[in-house]
């Protein structure tokens, strides 16, 4: 079995990439596509999640890499002051990594 990168031992693959089909792998920041041509990043504080009060964890980016989707709860709504549960869908436009929510 050939690694992708043989100095990359402590790496832990979580899924594949929407773009291109690379690994993608957790870095402090982000989870990233080993392919650095293809540019593609998933941000654990991106606005989207930040604005609900939550971070993009690893369970969530695995998911959202396999499924296109996951579920989260304890959203919280600034405009209602409560928390809420949704789905959010990875929309990937090829350029921009985006989140859009759906509701049961």
């Known amino acids: 079995m050939i690694k992708e990168n043989p100095f990359q031992v402590d790496k ?6 929407p773009r291109c089909g690379s690994s993608v792998y957790e870095s402090k920041k982000n989870f990233y596509c080993y392919n650095s041509e293809c540019k593609f990043a998933m941000f654990k504080e991106d606005r989207f999640f930040i604005s609900k009060n939550k971070k993009l964890n690893k369970q969530m980016a ?14 919280y709504s600034q405009k209602k002051n409560k928390k809420f549960d949704a789905i959010v869908l990875l929309e ?3 350029k921009y990594v985006n989140y859009r929510l759906e509701f049961k």
Do not use: R
């Open 12 to 17: 832990e693959e979580i899924g594949k990439c």
């Open 62 to 75: 695995i998911e959202l890499l396999k499924e296109g989707s996951t579920f989260v709860t304890g959203f």
């Open 92 to 94: 990937d436009t090829g």
